[in-house]
């Protein structure tokens, strides 16, 4: 039963992490930060409550906020390349992220002793739930509390003036800021709240494993959370939940069954998804690309499938 | 209304545009043509702000609009369609033009606005111009999923509906059959109607002649003629520059003259 | 700071600017491959490390410099391979589509190695690595020479192809204008496999020489070198060949320079502010691909 109730917990922080790349995915942006995000939020987090004693609300809100406030910063800068170097670009934030926790040296004397991030050896002693008695349920309600939260958010937000404008940009940036659109404004603000969801999932997720380290926040940490979007389908948020219990649950359970091989089949799986569905797994009828590449490839823009005269 | 002042850009070897004049006044509908590579397109995105000029200025309502983004100049008053059309395709129709008339009383692009007050005015605007293009049943299908009329027609709905008193339509005609054009020709009329003003960058030299006012007319990247469609198509220069002219050296001439 | 302190720094980043070169080859795998689909191969460095790890398969019955050339050769497969399975049949117009199925061939490719080795590094011949020449103050190891030798001529092959032959002209018109090029008669899909081929070449000599230079394979290798072939693609300009060759240096000199100042565990933080500041100021790379009217 626990093991399950394990499994649920860590399908609700990441599907709070594909629900950060949602955001930004949805303006036509490729981000591979949200590791990042996650990890400021997961530090910050932890260093409130362990450190600084504080409870856990506060502590989340502001592991959020912090994590909100860097995305604004380096997406301005970042966000004015588009493409293969936004992803590099990324890439490099989310890599100095993960450096700079990994020689992060930082403790505090407590009647249980030292506590604090140090360095190579990760941020342990994040024991804010078993000090308060939490049980595993307790846990598991708060996360999905927040996940159901956060999907209701982006769910008004899409269908909301916002939702139509980051569609827009996501579609065709020349026509949009033709049609007036603030390119900027509108990738920059996805960003930051996308930012500021990573934020809190990481929070949690520290809370959730009261140990972590630098190696939990790696590139490829960053490649499943968006993956989990581009797997479910971009249009639907629903989309992405279904990714995420699919794609953890073949990992966590998988084991079971492939024993050493499920990573192996983990890519594999990947790769088959993506040719049979390359809209995502809830979107369109089904459509074998296989047979109908040649017959209807668009000519044209590859980002945006517009045809050109 | 819109002055072009000495406007040139170069891309590399390339004069696209080399040094042009010319303004358009309010509430007329001027028509730009010119032989294809003649820089009217390049003119166009220069005015919407797609490029930046290499030299010159271009000066809207008084206002150098030189250091504007193209969205900045979109909400100053300045709309444009595309030559090869570009919609928002995973969008529906509705949202095509919601989009762009949304944008009009939010800033950042959504995060300021307020929440309830003007939405259904834009939604009333929305439905109109739904009916002006002729696309009510289909309000909710996706933009990539039209046909090419239609398509034309949606994006040049989407340019007024921003509210912009000046409209750059980029070859609008480019694939319409007759009945299409004389369709768009009424519309375009009834823009000028609803007392926009219009810059007509066009092939199809009927719709020209019939609906501008005036016409200016470019060739290899310099303007050699201006004025009444009538007058504009008796000029030498310009039946040399679609025509070819009776000797090479006096096509040279009067290009290398204007 | 010392003499001795200057001639260390000097040495190292001599050293970095040698290693760079394969850096460099991975920067132009990657801007290749990009060049001509207009997509990103995430899986290229994988691959890369993939076919050095095949050549040792003869490490045993054959000469270094054969292993070097199955290294490249199986690279070639493999980079056939790539494109058969993540490019050639997805719809061009999914871009998210294809750098999804990259990173799935990432995954299935790593843990591939994981499984073949038992996760254990393995030990990879270098070159004339006893030999060691004297410039003045300097030290020159031979092996990494050697290894910036190969890498040079191979960027010089690379560049007689691309300009001399008809491969090299398919591939350049098909990277322009690929529907044009259809109507002259070239084959897109033919021309698009074959720079994948080509590319997997040089990922395949890269990976053989990243494994010379460090003298130890390990599939630990294989997210660092995609990270950094990302990074010296980016500054070197996308599409741009001599941007790559470039910044391959440069990445692999200030790798060199910033754990001499700074040490190895803050490295690469330098590493990626320096792309940082490439992309504040020259966010088009260092050459950018020629870009046309729109």
Redesign the interface.
Known sequence: MDFYIGLLQVIGVHTLLGLSAWCILHTGQVSLAQGGFFAIGAYTAGMLTAMAGWSLGPSLFIAALIASLIAIAIGFPALRVKGLMLVVATTAFAEIVRLVFFNLKWQVQTPNGPIGPDGGLGFGGIRYFPANAWSGLEILTLIWCLVAGVMSVLWLLDRSRIGTLWRAVGEDEVAAQSAGINLTAAKVSAFGIGGAIAGLAGGIFSHNTTHIEHGNFTILLATFAIAYPIIGGLKSLLGTLIAVIFIQGFLIEGLRFLGDWRSLLFGAMILAIMLIRPTGLLSAPLRLPLFNSKKNAPIGNAKTGAHHA | MLKVENLARYFGGIKAVDGIDFDIRRGEILGLIGPNGSGKSTTVNLIAGLYAPTTGRVIFEGQDIQKLLPHERANLGIARTFQNIRLFGQLSVWQNLWAARVVRETGWSGLKQRWFSTATQGKLETEAYLEFCGLEHKRDQLAANLAFGEQRRLELARAAISGAPLLLLDEPAAGMNSEEIDDLDQRIRKLRDQGKTILLIEHHMELVMGVCDRVVVLNFGRKIAEGKPEEVQQDAQVQAAYLGSDSDDAFMQAALQA | MAWIDFLDLVQSLMDGVMFGATYALIGIGFTLI?GVM???NLSYAAASVGAAYLSLLIVSVAPTPLVYLLAAVCGGLLGALIYF??F??????????????T??????????I??ATAGMPQNYPALFADKVFNLGPFIVRGDLLFVFGLGCAVMVGLKFMLEKTRLGLATRAVAQQP?AAQICGMSVDQTNASTFVIAGLLGGTAGAMTGAAIGVLSPLLT?PL??KG??V??IGG?GSIPGAILAGLIVGGAESLFQFVRGV??R??YV??M??VF??FR?NGLFAA?G???
Do not use: W, Y
């Open positions: 990009f207009h997509k990103i399975v993540c050639k049949f997805l719809p061009l117009n999914q871009a998210l589509a294809t750098l999804m199925s990173v799935g061939m990432l995954l299935v490719l790593e843990e591939a994981v499984h529907i997210l995609t990270v990302l990074v693609t980016v996308l565990s803050e690469d933080i990626m502010l792309l940082f992309l504040v966010p020629p046309g009217r729109d």
